[in-house]
């Protein structure tokens, strides 16, 4: 075997690293994006407790001073929460290195 055998079985520095997704960014919503995610399940997870809370009562579903605070407000949050820049990695590129191809 030669130089090129001894590279398909140690794992050089020149190939350290190749079969990881290529994404690191400084923006806030890469560094939080598990903190942003969690924040939206929450959010997400009280609307449904609600609606779940008050699907046999329309009348309590439908009052103004429950809706809001707790059917509204958690969307229109959580489409805020995803609009954070780097919270969603962009497309990659197509001369970025792609899985497996060493």
């Known amino acids: 075997m030669g130089q090129d055998g001894y590279d398909r079985f140690v794992q050089t520095p020149r190939s350290l690293g190749q079969d990881t997704l290529r994404y690191s960014s400084s923006s806030f919503g ?55 820049a780097g919270v969603i990695p962009s497309k990659p590129r197509k001369n970025d290195i792609e899985i497996g191809s060493v």
């Open 30 to 84: 890469a560094q939080y994006a598990s903190l942003i995610f969690g924040l939206i399940a929450i959010l997400l997870l009280i609307r449904e407790i609600f609606s779940v809370a008050t699907i046999s009562n329309i009348a309590k579903a439908n009052n103004e001073h429950f809706l809001y605070p707790l059917v509204a407000l958690p969307e229109l949050l959580c489409a805020a929460l995803y609009t954070i």
